[in-house]
């Protein structure tokens, strides 16, 4: 049974900088694409980033490029997603989540992963 640990969550002043981990357990992720989501208040939930794990290829959405970076470890089964500048309007409840790859590329819509993490808070305060 796949399981996503979310962690590294925060309240933080905007221009500040987290870093979120999702600690991945039960099964051998090299075949798994992961991504990082994300849902606030009163709004959908929303692809932020997405690694394929055997590769390290990479995908972001338009409003996080050039300020997140998404990685793996490959020997802690972790991913990682690294925020710098952070923006009031980057708060929300942050997911992990992951999906066998049998994708031609970095799937964006939150029904094409099939593990989901509980989510940890981001508060960026103005």
């Known amino acids: 049974q796949v399981q996503l640990v979310e962690s590294g969550g925060g309240l933080v002043q905007a221009g500040g900088s987290l870093r979120l981990s999702c600690a991945a357990s039960?099964?051998?992720?090299?075949?798994?694409?992961m991504g990082w989501f994300r849902q606030a208040p009163g709004k959908e939930r929303e692809f932020v980033a997405g690694i394929i794990w055997s590769d390290g290829r990479t995908d972001y959405a338009g409003s996080v490029k050039g300020r997140f970076t998404i990685s793996r470890r490959s020997a802690k089964n972790t991913v990682d997603l690294q925020m710098i500048s952070l923006k009031p309007e980057d708060t929300a409840v942050y997911y992990c989540?992951?999906?066998?790859?049998?994708?031609?590329?970095?799937?964006?819509?939150?029904?094409?992963?099939?593990?989901w993490g509980q989510g940890t808070q981001v508060t960026v305060s103005s």
């Open positions: 039960g099964s051998t992720f090299s075949g798994y694409i």
């Open positions: 989540a992951a999906v066998w790859n049998r994708y031609s590329r970095t799937p964006r819509r939150r029904d094409e992963y099939d593990y």
